[in-house]
């Protein structure tokens, strides 16, 4: 494939030259056909380092809210009633009116650590707690075994219309592995699948296919905010300081599992407690990845060289009202200090807890003082790095994962008109996917 004539982003400015695409990847050069892309701007597909494909698909297609008089706003006849936004806990007038449901409730919390169930969830569920807190496995096993490929499709398709080609995800919602793999596999987007450690079998990991990759392990060190289980060292408004959900003897054994199979282990680690922890360990493993890293310790920024981190801009400003109940003597996150200090980051949206949007991470990273050249390069070639893809940069060598604009992307402004996955067009704008 040969496209003529496009503005190529080159890494630092957009320069009008003619591509070539040859097996998926960028060659020096190719064939026909031809695509005119004169007056296009022309851009590497946005990679997104942690998100939630299928979670995208199941926020999209259940009922979304973000307080109690919205919920009651919308369609609550459905048979299983699942829902995604709340942020307060509800009062007694709420929680009243949800019992009087017929049908079982399931209202997931922003964060998703945290769930909410009217008296028939529990029922069916077997559990006597209104909330669930951390291990809301027994909602997905209930809701998700049926719909699972639907909300894959439906989540993929939200990233692509942003332009988001590549997705480092973790899906494992109740189901078994077999199953998630059985889906996944037929991806249109490009994915770096993580699974959890319970599913540490060898046969279980690599590649997929040209896009899919299972070469990841995910782990959780702490909770959230929200949920105040982060873990921290100074305490919350109601004194507590957040739970450990994993041992340090547990995660060494799982740094080495994956270091012997050539996987990446990614370590959730909101609380500057939570980093430390995980830090004793991976300074001894390279290559391992840390998400989130809300909190920091001093002290612990001097120990990162050998881990890499996705981050989120958005969580600092989303956050605020939650960091008025945490005392904590650590640095608050501190993304642009770590990546000034040549600290490996990527940016991701954690979708669906924020929107999977390029644009809303972009407008955040820049009240946070990166640059928009910056910020495009912490969306895109600096996620593929950290995993070891070659995508993210318009280049010879590099996977065909790119995207046509009408206006400069690094406006921030709008969506783009055409997306390619290894050299074939899988969406354009007009809402038509391949």
Not at 36 to 59: Q, R, W
Not at 204 to 215: A, I
Not at 338 to 367: N, Q, R, T
Not at 416 to 431: L, M, Q, R
Request: net charge negative; hydrophobic share 40%; proline share 3%.
């Amino acid at each position: 494939m040969i496209i003529k004539g496009a503005l190529v982003w080159s890494g630092k400015e957009f320069v009008q030259k003619d591509l070539f695409v040859e097996n998926g990847e960028f060659v020096e050069k190719s064939s026909e056909p031809v695509i005119d892309a004169k007056g296009y701007f022309l851009v590497p597909g946005f990679v997104d380092s942690h998100a939630h494909v299928v979670g995208t698909g199941f926020s999209k297609l259940s009922v979304q809210f973000n307080d109690w008089d919205e919920l009651f706003e919308r369609d609550l006849t459905s048979e299983v009633v699942v829902g995604r936004g709340w942020f307060e806990e509800p009062d007694g007038s709420v929680v009243e009116r949800l019992d009087r449901i017929e049908a079982p409730v399931f209202l997931i919390r922003r964060c998703g650590h945290k769930a909410f169930l009217n008296k028939k969830a529990m029922e069916v569920l077997g559990v006597e707690e209104r909330y669930l807190v951390e291990n809301l496995e027994k909602i997905y096993e209930y809701v998700f075994k049926e719909k699972i490929a639907e909300f894959y499709r439906v989540g993929e398709e939200e990233f692509l219309k942003h332009g988001v080609t590549f997705v480092q995800s973790d899906d494992l919602y109740g189901v078994s592995v077999e199953r998630l793999l059985s889906i996944i596999k037929h991806s249109r987007i490009r994915l770096f699948e993580k699974l959890k450690p319970k599913d540490l079998k060898p046969e279980h990991f690599g590649d997929l296919n040209k896009r899919v990759h299972v070469k990841g392990v995910k782990v959780f060190m702490d909770g959230s905010l929200g949920a105040k289980t982060a873990l921290i060292s100074g305490e919350y408004d109601d004194g507590t300081q957040g739970v450990q959900l994993l041992t340090e003897e547990k995660l060494e054994e799982l740094a080495r599992f994956c270091d012997e199979h050539d996987l990446i282990l990614n370590v959730h680690a909101i609380g500057d407690s939570a980093v430390s922890l995980v830090l004793d360990v991976l300074e001894r493993h390279r290559g391992h990845r840390i998400i989130h890293a809300q909190f920091v310790q001093e002290k612990d920024l001097q120990r990162v060289k050998n881990t890499t981190f996705s981050v989120q801009p958005h969580f600092f400003f989303e956050d605020q009202p939650l960091l008025k109940k945490v005392k904590v003597n650590a640095l608050h996150y501190p993304f642009y200090r770590m990546f000034k200090a040549g600290v490996s980051i990527s940016f991701s949206s954690d979708s669906p807890v924020s929107p999977c949007d390029p644009k809303y991470i972009a407008e955040h990273a820049l009240k946070m003082g990166f640059s928009r050249e910056e910020t495009f390069y912490l969306m895109t070639e600096a996620g593929a790095s950290q995993v070891g893809i070659k995508t993210g940069k318009i280049e010879a060598g590099y996977r065909a994962d790119f995207c046509l604009y009408e206006r400069n992307p690094l406006l921030f402004e709008d969506d783009p008109i055409a997306v390619f996955v290894e050299g074939e067009k899988i969406y354009e704008k007009n809402g038509s996917s391949h």
